[in-house]
Every structure is written in C-alpha cells, then in structure tokens.
C-alpha cells in the first residue's frame, strides 16, 4: 500500500478549504455564465442571490423581485404582464 503524497511545494488542504475552493470555482464559473447572459448582477449580488436560492427561496419570485428593483429604479412600472411602463 502506498501513500500519496501533494507535489513538492504544494500544501494539502483540508476538506473545509477544499469545499471553500470548490465553492469559489463554482460562483467563478456562474458569474461568467452571468456575464454572458448579461444579468447585471456583479459577484456580491450573485452570490447573494444563490445564498437565497439555497435557502429556498422561489427562483421565479426572486427573478420578479430583482426586475421590479430594476425597474423602480430606473423610474419604471411593471404591470401584470411584465411589461415595462413608464411612471
């Protein structure tokens, strides 16, 4: 039986550290799909938005909450068919 052993200069990490690593690859590789889809939403905001969605939150409520957000804040109204109108 062998033992493997990490590469010279290259420290093992613990599995806590693994899971972080892993945690941050994974929200790399979202906000660059979030990017291409042209969200809006910087790293803070996604990440938020997954926390949200982890804990259950509706994805199709939350969706509606950051596009009516948006819209307040752009001075525009979203009526029932979620179309855009001005205030």
Known sequence: MSLRRAPMGVIPQSPEEQRAQAARESL????????????????????LCIKM????????????VIRDLRAEAT????GSTG????R
């Not at 982890?54 to 939350?62: H, K």
């Not at 001075?75 to 979203?78: F, N, V």
């Not at 179309?83 to 001005?86: E, K």
């Open 28 to 47: 790399d590789i979202l906000l660059e799909m979030s990017t291409l889809l042209n969200t809006g939403l910087d790293r803070t905001q996604l990440a």
């Open 53 to 64: 969605l982890e804990d259950g939150v509706n994805p199709d409520a939350l969706a509606t």
């Open 75 to 78: 001075g525009k109204t979203i």
């Open 83 to 86: 179309s855009l109108g001005t």
